[in-house]
Each structure stands twice: as structure tokens, then as C-alpha cells.
């Protein structure tokens, strides 16, 4: 018999707890091993008993559920939930450092008005999903130090895992990513020179009501100018930013220009990766750049494999630097990835290929 998946609930909210609890024990799959009111305790927890997988609030007494995040994986790397009711711009921003920080995913807490049973539901699959990912230590909670960015010839000597580039101008970057995707997004662009020559198009996986500014924590984190796409935008204006997928749109190019579209999901998706890799494959062809980033399931394969197809350069984040190897695998075995670089390659890597670049093509 397959023993229940350990669980830490932290949650300050005594009501709040006891349900998450009571919903947790209902599943014979699940064992809520401990309970805490704070981030210290929260700590203290996950140290003793090891959890699973840990279920984490934002909002918490004596230490913030971001700065537990941030000691957690730093020094006992646990699965982490957030499980948090917090939408105004201050609060999501802790979320998003937390989700850089190493927690994996982000659940919002139930609504009066949502059905009950269907949250759990949601609930219960995101705690199991969670617990089956294999977590890697995060080094930000022992030193708050950023990452230094990179010149341009750092940049392009760290390219070297790309020797027979064939040398044309390429006029865009397109990336996707899904679970782990906003801490690899944020090394990347922390790793990439400024200016940079090339329009970056950036489609996450981040559901309502979380994605709402990401764009602008992104922006905040980062020398590169962050904004959601606006419909019917040259692209080629956009050169040295990155531009991202609104929440709920998916996000293609057409003749030149981006367009938000309401098409329905896509592997359940929307906005799609698939979406925006096959436009720019049929945008671009041999000038795109394609970069397919950690994610569960399989959006982006097929649109990456269209890249290769075009002639476009193809990346893929390797394994053992994937906080979920789900997408890239996918697109392995399409044959679509042309290079399988780890993370910490992929920004430098890009731009020693964007220092090819062109002067752009006009719409």
C-alpha cells in the first residue's frame, strides 16, 4: 500500500486552517502531518517533520509566509502551495518573489462564491500534483545578493554551448513557460546584456487573479522594460523589451503586429504557447528564436517543432534545471528542440545569438 502524502498546513486563519485540513483528511491519498499559525513555526515544521509538500499563506504573524518560503528552500527544499487570498498589487509581488524564491505553484483561497466542491477538487490535484515534483534548493534565502548582470562579452563567452550557430539576423525571441517558469524567466533576463537588439515575446502559465501584474514585477526586477501586450502593436517597436501574454488571451503575431485573440484554450490553456510559437513560425520563419522554459504538461511542443520546421534556432531547458520536466521532454520527443541547454546557459546563450541580430523588419 502506498503511503499518504505528507502535508504541512500554514495558515494564520484558524477557520481558514481547519478547513483546509478537514478537506486534506478527507482523501485517503492525503495526511496533514502539521499545522502552523506562522512562518516561524511553519519553519520549525517543515525541519522536524519533513513534509511532503507544504501549503503556504502569504499573510503571516512573526514571519511573512514569503520569508518562509524563502528559509524552506534554502534549507530543507519542500514543495510548496501557496494557498492565498491576496490580489492587491503589494501582496501579488510577495507572491511572485515567493514563486521565484522556489514555491511551485499558486492557489487562490475559496471564494464565497464559488462552488465548494469544486475548489477542493482543485485543491486536492494541485497538493497531489505538487508533491510528486522533485524540488532543488534556492540559495536567495541565505544571501538577498542579485544576481550580477552580465556585459555583453560575458554574455557571449558563457554562449559557448552554441558553436555552430549559423550566423543570420534573427529578429525575435519568443519564450514559454508554465509551472517553475517566473524564478527561470527572471534568471534569464537577469543574465541578458543591455540593450539588447531583439523583441521578446513571453507567454506564462499563471491563472487569474495572480497574473494580473506580473508583467509589472517582472519589469520591476529586471534593466528590461516588462509590459502586457496591447493588441494591434508593431512588433518591431518593441525591440530590447519583453512583452507577455496578458492573462486569459493568447497572444499571436500577424503581418508584423501583435493581436489578442479569445480563441478557446489550447492543453487548457489560454493564453498558449503553441499559439504564439506557430505565428512566429509562420511570422519569421529562419529569423525566430524559440525557447521552451519548465512547465507541466505539453503546450509548446508542437509550436516549437513548427520553429525548427521554419528554419528558426530551437532551445529547450534541460532536466536537471526544469522544476518540472514536462514541456521540454514533450518537445524532445518531437524532435524539436535543436539545443537542450541548462538554465543558467539560456540567457547568456540567447545573447550570444541575438548579437547576430539585424536591424528588425518592418510591418
Known sequence: MTAPIRVLVVEDSLTVRRRLCDVLAADPALKVVGEAA???????L????????VTMDMMLPLMSGLAATEYIMAH??????????????????????????????????????????????????AVKLISRIRVITHLRGRSEAAPA????????????????????PYEIVVIGASTGGPAAILEILRAMPLPFPLPILFVLHIGEPFGAAFAEWLDS??????AYARDG???????????????ESHMVVRSGRLRLTQDPPRHSCRPSV?????????????????????????????????????????????????????????????GAVER????????????????????????
Open 149 to 168: 548582470r552580465l556585459g555583453s562579452e560575458s554574455a557571449l563567452r558563457l554562449s559557448s554551448p552554441l558553436p555552430s550557430l549559423p550566423r543570420r
Open 46 to 53: 517543515c525541519q522536524s517533520l519533513r513534509p511532503d509538500v
Open 340 to 363: 537542450e541547454l541548462p538554465l543558467a546557459q539560456i540567457g547568456p546563450g540567447l545573447a550570444g545569438i541575438a548579437a547576430y541580430a539585424g536591424e528588425g523588419r518592418t510591418p
Open 76 to 125: 530543507c527544499p519542500t514543495p510548496i502551495l501557496i494557498v492565498s487570498s491576496s490580489t492587491n498589487r503589494g501582496e501579488l509581488f510577495k507572491t511572485y518573489e515567493a514563486l521565484a524564491a522556489g514555491a511551485v505553484d499558486v492557489l487562490e483561497k475559496p471564494l464565497a462564491s464559488q462552488v465548494e466542491a469544486t475548489w477542493e477538487r482543485r485543491f486536492i490535484a
Open 274 to 334: 503553441d499559439s504564439l510559437f506557430e505565428s512566429v513560425a509562420r511570422e519569421y520563419g529562419p529569423a525566430a528564436i524559440a525557447c521552451l522554459l519548465t512547465g507541466m504538461g505539453r503546450d509548446g511542443a508542437s509550436g516549437l517543432l513548427e520553429v525548427r520546421r521554419s528554419g528558426g534556432f530551437t532551445i529547450a531547458q534541460d532536466e536537471g534545471t526544469s522544476v518540472v520536466y514536462g514541456m521540454p521532454r514533450e518537445a524532445m520527443l518531437l
Open 233 to 247: 502593436d508593431a512588433v518591431n517597436a518593441k525591440a530590447g523589451q519583453v512583452i507577455m501574454a496578458p492573462p
Open 221 to 226: 526586477q529586471t534593466g528590461m522594460r516588462v
Open 38 to 44: 506562522d512562518g516561524k513555526r511553519a519553519i520549525e
